[in-house]
Structures are given as C-alpha cells and as structure tokens.
C-alpha cells in the first residue's frame, strides 16, 4: 500500500513539475526552437507572445524547405525576444483557411495577438530578419 501512496505522490510532483516547465516555454522567454502549431493550439499559442512569427508551411513544398533552416537559426537567435511557431497547413486547414494561406511558404507575424506584418514565398535570412526586427523595433 505504501507503494501506491509513493507511486501517487511521485506522479503529483512530476504533473507539477511538467507544468512548471509547460508555462515556463510558453513565456517566450526561452524558447530557442519552433512551437509546432496546430488549429487546436494557434490562439493560445498567439495570444500568449507578445511578438509570435509563424512559418505556415507543407512537408512537399520545396522553398518551404529552404526556409525553415533559416527559422531554426532565427529561433534561437532572438530567444527570449520573439517566438516563433511552424503550422503545417496540410495537417491544420482550419488555421490556414482562417488567414487565407493560399500559398506557402508564408510567414506571418503576430504581435499582441494580431497579424501586423508577413510575406510569401523563400526570402533570404537578412530580409526575413529585417521584417522581425521592424517588428521588435515598434515596442
């Protein structure tokens, strides 16, 4: 019987501790890679940074290819500055209908829980940054 108790107790303190950790990432503040992004999380996850770029993109699409290594670096780059999240447009149509996405790939960004800026197509990692910082810039 013991065992059990231990066993619960042991579970509380994980569930705590995952929580702790969940609300820490969700912050902004540490985030050095990309939320995956899905029609269930996408509000929460814009209304929850301050300044959230999302990368709306496809497994099969090419120039969606070329930029995501170039999201990753910015990613870690401008942690604890801005977020940024990835939506695959094929897995959540919902999402991707709401903001129109007709081509990919497209990165939008969020700032306060609205769309202030974007762009579609492959874009090079200075002028994808000059639009996040534009951003940044506009506290």
Do not use: Y
Not at 10 to 19: F, H, Q, S
Not at 59 to 85: D, H, N, Y
Not at 99 to 128: R, Y
């Amino acid at each position: 019987m013991q065992n059990s108790n231990n066993d619960d107790e042991l579970e509380n303190i994980l569930a705590k501790k995952r929580n702790e950790l969940m609300a820490q990432g969700q912050s902004g503040s540490h985030l050095t890679s990309p939320i995956t992004l899905t029609d269930s999380n996408f509000n929460e996850m814009v209304n929850n940074h301050p300044l959230l770029v999302v990368d709306f993109w496809a497994p099969w699409c090419g120039p969606c290819r070329m930029v995501s290594p170039i999201i990753e670096q910015l990613a870690t780059e401008l942690a604890g500055k801005v977020a940024f999240g990835k939506l695959n447009v094929d897995e959540n149509p919902r999402v991707a209908s709401t903001f129109g996405i007709q081509s990919i790939p497209t990165i939008s960004i969020f700032k306060n829980g609205k769309s202030v800026d974007g762009f579609v197509g492959a874009a090079p990692k200075p002028q994808i940054q000059a639009r996040i910082l534009a951003q940044l810039g506009k506290q």
